[in-house]
């Protein structure tokens, strides 16, 4: 595996699936693996304004533990500075750092974004005040088949 720089402004994604939360210690497990690509992605695919300076991809990882990162697609699309509701898998929460150690090594089946009006209307004022965000995750029972596009 070619040498990467990171660091706490680097966000590290794995098979486009997941990202890592302690990615300088998988990276130092990986060094002689030649089969892992590396690739920068733009920071244009996450949708918030954010301190990060770089997004590196690491492709064709076989083996990898989701026990070790979030599913990417929440990370693409939630903003962690907005103050905003979630509802996740039926678990209600304002608190950013909950939803994240929630879901460590699940994979995400479903995020809405739920407008202020309809937030308000669902769960009161004070908690859709600004908007809510309803994640639906994967149960253990549920299969989940990846769809391979050439």
Do not use: C
Request: proline share 4%; hydrophobic share 40%; charged share 25%.
């Amino acid at each position: 595996m070619e040498r990467i720089k990171i660091n706490d402004k680097t966000i590290v994604v794995v098979n486009n699936e997941w990202v890592l939360i302690n990615p300088t210690e998988f990276i130092a497990g990986q060094k002689n693996n030649k089969s892992i690509k590396v690739i920068e992605k733009p920071l244009s695919e996450i949708n918030y304004e954010s301190n990060f300076e770089k997004i590196i991809g690491l492709n064709n990882v076989a083996e990898f533990n989701p026990e070790l990162g979030i599913d990417y697609a929440f990370v693409k699309s939630i903003d962690p500075k907005k103050k905003i509701f979630y509802m996740v898998d039926g678990i209600p929460s304002h608190n950013f750092n909950f939803v994240g150690n929630y879901l460590i090594s699940r994979k995400i089946k479903e995020i809405n974004n739920i407008g202020i009006n309809q937030a308000i209307a669902i769960w009161g004022k004070r908690e859709g005040e600004n908007g809510a965000i309803q994640i639906k995750t994967f149960d253990k029972d549920d299969v989940v088949i990846p769809i391979i596009i050439k």
